[in-house]
């Protein structure tokens, strides 16, 4: 496999997010104050409607109660039809905050947002971090317009839905369209790959070569049983992508 073109522009901060996903759903507040004790930088909430994903998780109540056992920054996920998305918009920014009222990271899917342009808009007016979100099939085309609204843009690396799935590699470009908007325009936004990240050269490695810097990890987080030696080798990965000395 020839050598993929290096970063581009100046690396960014490596996160490292664990997805809720393969939690334990009958104590997720202390699966949460675990991910914070094992240093994860903040906590995914995939949230599924069963309808614009064949999976269904849970509600806004969930992540409320969540904040109860962790300082921990929340991402709120909105896997969830149009019809939710505008309803309950406002309840979700409003329960991913911080501790202290902070701005919590709501992910928008593009395909569930006829007006993606109003929706992000609406998230900042209410105290949240606008972020985006495309599945697989989007072209990165379908966000261009609007990369001056939001703080992240999130680039699924597999048909969203479920954990455990395999990376798909033609993403990989994707990634590295975005980025080079991103740096071309100066503008201050992280990317972030989700669904089938594990510490190897050929997920992790080469999405942060591309030019992602945050990394959603369900699966291969949890198949560590000290999650924080996880995290240690995500980043690891992470920094090697990106030609950063560790
Ligand atoms: C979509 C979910 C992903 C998933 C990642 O399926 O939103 O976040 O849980 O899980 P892994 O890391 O196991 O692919």
Request: charged fraction near 25%.
């Amino acid at each position: 496999m020839s050598e993929s073109a290096p970063l581009y522009g100046k690396p960014r901060k490596v996160q490292i997010i664990p997805s809720v996903l393969p939690a334990d759903f009958g104590k997720l507040g202390a699966d949460c104050k675990k991910m914070e004790d094992a240093g994860c930088d903040r906590i995914q909430f995939d949230v599924m409607d069963g309808n614009f994903v064949p999976n269904l998780t849970f509600g806004p109540d969930t992540i409320r109660w969540c904040r109860q056992y962790t300082k921990l920054p929340f991402e709120t996920q909105l896997m969830v039809s149009e019809r939710c998305t505008d309803a309950m918009l406002d309840t979700f920014t409003e329960v991913s905050k911080g501790p202290n009222g902070e701005p919590g990271v709501v992910i928008v899917h593009v395909e569930a947002c006829t007006h993606l342009h109003r929706n992000l808009t609406k998230i900042r007016a209410a105290g949240g971090s606008p972020s985006v979100a495309l599945n697989p099939h989007t072209p990165a085309e379908m966000i261009e317009n609007v990369l001056d609204l939001v703080d992240h843009v999130l680039v699924m690396t597999v048909n969203p839905g479920f954990g455990g799935q395999k990376y798909i590699p033609t993403m990989t470009d994707k990634v590295r369209k975005i980025r080079k908007w991103i740096v071309d325009r100066n503008l201050d936004v992280d990317i972030e790959v989700d669904g089938g990240i594990k510490a190897t050269k050929e997920t992790i490695g080469e999405c942060a070569r591309a030019g992602a810097n945050c990394f959603i990890a369900g699966s291969g987080l949890f198949a560590f049983d000290d999650m924080s030696e996880g995290v240690k080798k995500l980043t690891a990965m992470a920094l090697e992508g990106q030609g950063v000395a560790p």
